[in-house]
């Protein structure tokens, strides 16, 4: 080195020692970063509130139907009990465009369910909409 450019001052520590040095103030912040998350994401057993948009009106009107299923499994169109043989001609004809709406009791069992689809199927209707409660 020359006169005008003096040594750099290592204060003795080789390269890895002042490596470490300089990565220490890091891991502190990263620790302190990672304590400060756990902290904030703590999942609470408080349920969220309801959003405004979807608040249960009293006047709100259900949506329409175009088949009600009951929990005894019973089927209705335009509140007519149909049976297995006369169920698809009260339906509306399948339309791609327009999914058939089938509102479900909360009490029937997936069996029945799976047993309505398949006529439905069979009966050419593609898409389908389970109207149902919320929870």
Do not use: C
Request: proline letters at 9%; charged letters at 25%; aromatic letters at 6%.
């Amino acid at each position: 080195m020359s006169d005008l450019v003096p040594p750099p001052f290592t204060s003795g520590k080789t390269l890895m020692e002042r490596v470490e040095d300089a990565l220490l103030p890091l891991i502190n912040l990263v620790f302190l970063l990672l304590m400060f998350f756990i902290v904030a994401g703590q999942l609470t057993d408080d349920p969220l509130p309801e959003l405004p948009a979807t608040q249960q009106a009293e006047d709100q009107q259900s949506p329409h139907a175009d088949m009600i299923v009951s929990a005894e499994g019973e089927w209705r169109v335009d509140g007519e009990l149909l049976d297995r043989e006369s169920l698809v001609a009260r339906l509306p004809t399948p339309d791609e465009e327009q999914p058939l709406k089938i509102a479900a009791s909360e009490g029937i069992s997936m069996a029945e369910l799976e047993a309505l689809f398949r006529l439905l199927e069979k009966a050419g209707y593609q898409d389908v909409l389970l109207l149902t409660e919320p929870a």
